[in-house]
């Protein structure tokens, strides 16, 4: 497989998206990006189209002259400012290019913050190291929530054994989330789920808001140390999981992924176990109608390829499902950064591009990624699935549900009715060439 030194139509998102994404998230919690205007308004700008929410975050605003002199007069001012003004429970102060590349010590300039506005001691600065040349956007996500859980003052505490945490992965929607929460609800367990998208972001909002309002505060989030069990969604959150287990000895299960009825069963077991209930009847019958949602699809889904582009826990946990259950063929897996060991011998995983994308999507049924892949499905010819960061070009997306088996089963439908749709528009065409009436 071919591959250039360059991108040529971008499926990258920097960690600077990725931890801003995170911080919006958390309740009361305001980013500031350590860096130039222009990268604060390239994140807001695709968050805003994405969410069509108010998506609240700021920035010091380095200048030129500010970069070469070096002092904390941005920082400080910018800290002061927001605090004041947007008066947030918690601050995530995100570094970009320009202040990592210049070197600047922001764990030093927090220090040296506080000495001189001691009245804001009480609001936490959390400093995550993002430059845009490290990672992608699931990067820096990992990068904030991993930020968090390190420097907020949490202490081991008294194991409270209806309460789990569940480390949430970039790849689930806020509707995703709000799935999550409905699901462990049902086996009578608490959950502090981080990030909890689907509390900021999943709509509802009525009033102009300076900082995510969320279900969790900053208290509830400092509880993390009495749960009785953690639970890691997608790959990229194993590390975060295993940081929690030997701070704190809490169990983790690690999953990589809730679509599909191998993923999901392995979910829903999990929650039975921990909360030593059995499953309630509902979900077995969502399972069922998931399996029945495969069956009346298979025909459809027989002979038919995707290629895919999106994050890596985003892109194999849809590889995978669509690969080991549908029977679809995987043109190839596109990722924009590749974890250790990600590998599948179904399919070959690449670390590319949409420009990548398009080369290799001939003969494909369907395109699975953003709307950036708007330009790929047009040229080619080939129906658009849209999925992952950003969606700009339709309504609602945000709120859609891929995971558990209610999830799985829209997905098989959606991705079923395309291939129905090629399907019957080949027939009609083969019947005015033979010269039957369609």
Not at 131 to 148: E, F, K, N, S
Not at 241 to 266: C, K, M, W, Y
Request: hydrophobic fraction near 40%; aromatic fraction near 6%; proline fraction near 5%.
């Amino acid at each position: 497989m071919n591959h250039r030194n360059l991108h040529v139509n971008p499926l990258k998102k920097s960690s600077v998206f990725g931890a801003t994404l995170a911080m919006l998230g958390i309740d009361q919690a305001l980013a500031l990006h350590h860096g130039s205007q222009g990268c604060t308004a390239f994140t807001k700008n695709i968050l805003t189209q994405h969410f069509r929410e108010i998506t609240p975050m700021q920035t010091t605003a380095l200048c030129d002259i500010a970069t070469i002199m070096g002092d904390d007069v941005n920082l400080h001012e910018g800290l002061n400012t927001i605090i004041t003004k947007a008066q947030p429970r918690l601050v995530g102060l995100i570094t970009t290019g320009v202040s990592e590349t210049k070197g600047d010590d922001v764990e030093g300039g927090v220090r040296r913050f506080y000495e001189k506005y001691p009245q804001h001691a009480g609001v936490p600065v959390i400093t995550i190291n993002t430059p845009d040349y490290q990672g992608d956007a699931q990067w820096g996500y990992v990068q904030a929530v991993q930020a968090l859980l390190d420097q907020l003052p949490i202490a081991k505490q008294p194991v409270n054994s209806r309460q789990i945490t569940v480390l949430a992965s970039m790849a689930l929607t806020p509707g995703d989330a709000e799935e999550l929460k409905e699901i462990i609800a049902d086996f009578d367990l608490e959950a502090i789920v981080l990030p909890d998208l689907g509390a900021t972001m999943g709509g509802g909002v009525d009033h102009y808001i300076k900082v995510p309002e969320g279900d969790y505060p900053l208290e509830k989030l400092l509880q993390v140390g009495a749960s009785a069990h953690t639970i890691a969604i997608g790959a990229s959150m194993e590390e975060v999981a295993r940081s929690l287990q030997e701070r704190f000895g809490t169990p983790i299960s690690l999953l990589p992924s809730l679509i599909g009825v191998h993923n999901s069963d392995n979910f829903i077991m999990a929650l039975s176990r921990i909360s030593a209930k059995p499953v309630p009847q509902k979900y077995s019958r969502q399972r069922r109608q998931l399996l029945d949602a495969m069956l009346d699809s298979h025909f459809f889904y027989n002979g038919k390829s995707v290629i895919i582009a999106a994050e890596s826990d985003l892109a194999l946990s849809m590889a995978d499902f669509l690969h080991h259950e549908t029977g679809l063929d995987i043109a190839c897996a596109i990722v924009s950064h590749r974890l250790p060991g990600e590998s599948d011998p179904h399919y070959p995983i690449l670390t590319g591009d949409l420009g990548d994308l398009e080369d290799l999507a001939n003969g494909c049924s369907a395109i699975i990624t953003n709307s950036n892949g708007i330009l790929a499905s047009t040229r080619k010819n080939i129906p658009l699935l849209r999925v992952g960061y950003p969606i700009k070009d339709r309504l609602g997306e945000q709120l859609k549900v891929f995971i558990g088996y209610r999830g799985s089963r829209n997905l098989v439908y959606e991705l079923g009715n395309i291939f129905l749709e090629q399907d019957e528009e080949a027939s009609f065409h083969y019947k005015n060439i033979r010269g039957v009436p369609a």
